[in-house]
Structures are given as structure tokens and as C-alpha cells.
């Protein structure tokens, strides 16, 4: 797998305290900056809190023209077969609580727009559970709202996130759009202290087909599902209960047919490969985490994040990132943990030091040497708002950029020079 993360469905500015992809439109939407994001409207939350009766016509808007045709024909154009789409859990809309929850609407349709799309070019898609119910880490952008309140860890959001999950899996077996759709990422970035995460161990996935062929529509065969003690525990056929209502309102706004003899709908679903479930590895936590191998049902990929930038990794400087990277175990780590197959969800080229253009193509061919070894990887992000108030951000967190500049190569499974890490090898490993 050979692939870039696609923003611009469910949020598509901020990577928590990672980029700031979109300044100059976020400001002239009505969004705010501040160094402490809880305190203005930097958050999908806050903004809609703000603008309760323009949120959804303003981000109609922004996706509408952040990603288009001409982003597609980009991406063929440089080689990709895979795209991570990343999305928050108020996509699906009847799960939101609005009262009390302020997220805009319309995301799920922008959504099946651009997921048509990429499968008319080909492009594969991991749909990404990025941004949680409750909220799933403190004090980051990305998930949705700004707040140290974290509250996703919890059965009541654990409930509403595997609710999520079902629906979306539903989607990608029901709606020819969803075609390409390859797997489904159960949580993005969980707390890393698994001591702060009670209950995540105990969450679930599950497969929506069992067997079901005599039921006339897709209702009639979750609420059969729904009763399969011997197939599905208690916690999976209460979501697949709750599931019904919810995806039937969402259906409906795609336009979706339910009825399995109609549309050849059946057809449809006896030729779908089953969906790849993914989760962050083992190792992504500390303080004995589960292992969610154990969850495995079918087939199961693993997902890890590394950025350098963030310090903790290497010393900040050319020969410790390049003898790191080189002698990285985390493939081999999770592999003897049974998370296999690895790749790598999110990397880019940011370093916290002044890097030269010399450095940033040995960056690119070190990581991408390093991390083919597992699954493949995936460059966070595709694209960053190139402007005099995003100022040089793009030049490292832009896999379109880096292309342009040369730092990657136009066929991204070759490397500038395929002995970058020969120098740097070492009998000792990184990790």
C-alpha cells in the first residue's frame, strides 16, 4: 500500500497540534487561532457552536472546493492507489446529540461524492473513525473539539462509536459509491496511557453479513442479526438493534436502495470482498494495553503513526533521524505481538530543526525504505493551503508539495537513492 491521508470530509484543518493546513480559508470561514484551542474557535465544534444557522452552508463550501476532480486526477498522477480519509463521528448525523454536540451536516453526502470519485480513478479508501464520540484525546484539534472534557472512554460512547462503525459498514456494502472502500479504522490515536483508556480493551468489531440471504432488505436483516445470540454477543447485537434506525435515515440521504432484490443489490453484496478492520497497534499504547489481534474476526491490518517532529524519537539532528529510521523495529516489535500486517497511517517530513532541501530527499527515501518493509505507508497529508499566513508549512507536510520540490519521487514505490540507509545500519534497532 502506497498512499496519502485525504482531508476534507468530516474536518480538514487542523492535525492537532501537527499542521494548520487551511489558515487563510479557516480565518475567512470565521474560524480563530489561538494557542490555546480551547479558548476560540478553532474546533468543528466551536465554529458551529458559533454559527448555529451558516456552519453547514460554510462547510458545503469549503469541501466542495477542497477536494475536487482536479485532487483526483493529482493523485493518479502521482502514483496513489490508496487514500485514508479521515472522519469524525458526527458524519453520520442521527448519532449527534444537538443539544449538546455542534457539528455541521451535510458531510456524509461530500463524502459519497468523493468516494465516487476516487473509485472511478481506481483509488482505494480506508475510512478513518478519526474524531469520537465524547472525545477520544485532550486537548487536540483533531478530535472535533477543543477540551480537556474527555469523556469518549465510556460505554455510552463506546456504544455510539461501534453504532458508527456498523453504519459505515453497512455504506460500504450497500452503496456502489462505497466500492473501493477497503477497510475501516475502528479508532484513530487513543490516549496512549492505557491506564487513562478503561473499557478500550473490551470494544469490539463484528461483521454485518451472517448468513442472511433470506431476508428481504437490509432492515429485516440487521433485526435478524440483531438476534443471533449464538453468532454476535450482547454489546454487538444491541449495536446492530440500535444500528437500524440509524442507518435507515442515512441511507435515505444518500438515496440508497434497502431491498436486496432490487437494483441487483444482492448480487452486489455476494461479490463485495470483506472490509479490512484496522486499529492503531498494540505498541501505539503503554501500561499493558489490549492486544487487539484478540479482536480479529477476519481480516486485520495494524496502523502506526510516527513524526519526528514531535521529539522523544531521535536527537534533533540529520545522522540521529537517519540512523533511527534505518534501524527501526516496530514492524518486527508488532509482528512477534501477532500485529501484522503493519503499515504506517501517518509520517511526513517535518524535523524539529532547520532541514536543508539535501536532507528532506534522503528523509523522504529513509522513511519510505523503512517503512515498506511492513504494509506500506501513508504520508499525512495530501495537500496544504499554499499562502502567506500558512507561510513554509506546506513544504514538509505536503505530499504534493514534496513532490513538486522533488523531495519525493514521482513513482512513490521508488526510492531516489536505494541505498540511503546503508551508511546508517547498525547491529542495534530503533524504536
Avoid at 485514508?84 to 456524509?108: A, C, D, H, K, Q
Avoid at 451472517?210 to 429485516?220: D, E, K, M, Y
Wanted: aromatic content about 12%; glycine content about 8%; proline content about 5%.
Amino acid at each position: 500500500m502506497v498512499s496519502i491521508s485525504v482531508l476534507g470530509y468530516a474536518f480538514s484543518r487542523h492535525v492537532g497540534d501537527k499542521l494548520l493546513s487551511l489558515k487563510p480559508e479557516w480565518i475567512n470561514m470565521g474560524g480563530q487561532q489561538c494557542s490555546d484551542c480551547s479558548q476560540c474557535i478553532a474546533t468543528e465544534f466551536a465554529f458551529a457552536e458559533a454559527y448555529p444557522k451558516t456552519v453547514d452552508e460554510k462547510f458545503k463550501g469549503h469541501w466542495e472546493t477542497w477536494f475536487t476532480q482536479d485532487d483526483v486526477n493529482q493523485l493518479v498522477n502521482a502514483g496513489i492507489n490508496t487514500v485514508r480519509v479521515p472522519l469524525g463521528y458526527w458524519i453520520v448525523e442521527p448519532l449527534v446529540n444537538r443539544t449538546s454536540e455542534f457539528y455541521p451536516r451535510g458531510g456524509i453526502l461530500e463524502l459519497q461524492r468523493g468516494l465516487k470519485q476516487l473509485k472511478a480513478a481506481g483509488i482505494a479508501a480506508v475510512l478513518d473513525h478519526h474524531a469520537l464520540p465524547g472525545v477520544a484525546s485532550p486537548g487536540q484539534m483533531f478530535a472535533g473539539r477543543c477540551t480537556n472534557d474527555v469523556e469518549f472512554y465510556t460505554p455510552y460512547n463506546y456504544h455510539r462509536a461501534l453504532i458508527w462503525t456498523a453504519v459505515m459498514t453497512a455504506l460500504s456494502h450497500l452503496d456502489p459509491n462505497f466500492g473501493t472502500v477497503a477497510a475501516i479504522e475502528a479508532m484513530n490515536e487513543p490516549i496512549m496511557n492505557a491506564d487513562q483508556t478503561p473499557g478500550l480493551g473490551g470494544w469490539v468489531t463484528f461483521s454485518p453479513s451472517a448468513g442472511l440471504a433470506s431476508a428481504s432488505n437490509v432492515t429485516a436483516a440487521l433485526s435478524t442479526a440483531a438476534t443471533l445470540s449464538s453468532v454476535f454477543n450482547s454489546q454487538v447485537r444491541q449495536v446492530l438493534f440500535d444500528a437500524i434506525p440509524v442507518l435507515a435515515q442515512v441511507a435515505e440521504q444518500l438515496s440508497l436502495n434497502m431491498v436486496f432484490a432490487e437494483g441487483g443489490l444482492r448480487s452486489f453484496l455476494h461479490a463485495r470482498k470483506p472490509l479490512v478492520t484496522t486499529f492503531m497497534d498494540i505498541n501505539w499504547q503503554f501500561n499493558n494495553p489490549a492486544n487487539p489481534a484478540d479482536a480479529a474476526i477476519g481480516p486485520q491490518g495494524y496502523d502506526n503513526h510516527l513524526y519526528y517532529s514531535f521529539g522523544g524519537v531521535a536527537d534533533p539532528n540529520e545522522d540521529a533521524y537517519l540512523t533511527s529510521v534505518c534501524n527501526l523495529n516496530r514492524i518486527q516489535n508488532d509482528a512477534a505481538l501477532g500485529n501484522s500486517p503493519l503499515w504506517f497511517g501517518e509520517w511526513g517530513l517535518p524535523t524539529q530543526f532547520n532541514a536543508t532541501n539535501e536532507f528532506l530527499v534522503k528523509w523522504a527515501d529513509a522513511q519510505k525504505f523503512s517503512y515498506s518493509k511492513g504494509a506500506g505507508w501513508i504520508f499525512w497529508n495530501f495537500k496544504v493551503e499554499i499562502s502567506t499566513l500558512a507561510g513554509d508549512t506546506a513544504r514538509q507536510w505536503s505530499y504534493m508539495e514534496g513532490l513538486r520540490l522533488g523531495y519525493l519521487t514521482q513513482d512513490p514505490s521508488k526510492l531516489h537513492d536505494p541505498n540511503v540507509c546503508d551508511p546508517y545500519i547498525t547491529n542495534s534497532t530503533s524504536t
